[in-house]
């Protein structure tokens, strides 16, 4: 019989695609915060993890302007939804391409979403921090040349 020898754990290498892609994620969970923003720097995202929808408006009205915005709904102070309409409303991060995070699963959200012109809604119950991941990717793959696009309208 022969002896069962494991293999070292081997992680995926980041993907140099990604290393310019700036992923800003808001979440009110710092712990939730630290694990999606451990699996997106692994893949190889710039990352900016902030701690509520407050902290994430400041960073953006002080000019940081992310290539994919990940937003929860319920936070203290203000939703995500919320902050979304304040972004739409000061034409703040027009090229981002903004997918909903959240564990609201609701009718209300979803269409208050799609009516701030989301470009995804993933439920984190319903998948692993990987599985977000790989479906921000496809997303942002369908979606990315929406910066460019906006930013060249804006100098035209």
């Not at 992923?23 to 939730?32: A, H, I, K, R, Y």
């Not at 509520?52 to 290539?67: C, F, H, M, N, Q």
Request: proline share 5%.
């Amino acid at each position: 019989m022969s002896e069962y020898e494991p293999k070292p754990f081997m992680s995926e290498p980041a993907d140099p695609a990604f290393k310019d892609v700036k992923v800003m994620l808001v979440d009110d969970d710092s712990f939730l915060l630290g694990i999606y923003a451990l699996r997106f720097q692994k893949k190889g995202f710039a990352v900016d993890a902030c701690l509520g929808s407050v902290e994430a408006l400041k960073k953006i009205r002080e000019g940081a302007y992310p290539d994919i915005l990940l937003l929860d709904v319920i936070m203290p102070f203000m939703t995500g939804i919320d902050m979304l309409r304040i972004l739409r409303e000061e034409k703040l991060c027009e090229g981002s391409v903004v997918i909903m995070l959240t564990n609201q699963n609701l009718s209300p959200d979803i269409k208050a979403a799609e009516e701030l012109g989301v470009e995804g809604y993933i439920v984190k119950a319903s998948c692993i921090p990987t599985e977000v991941v790989a479906h921000v990717v496809k997303i942002w793959s369908e979606h990315k040349d929406k910066k460019q696009k906006v930013l060249a309208a804006k100098n035209a």
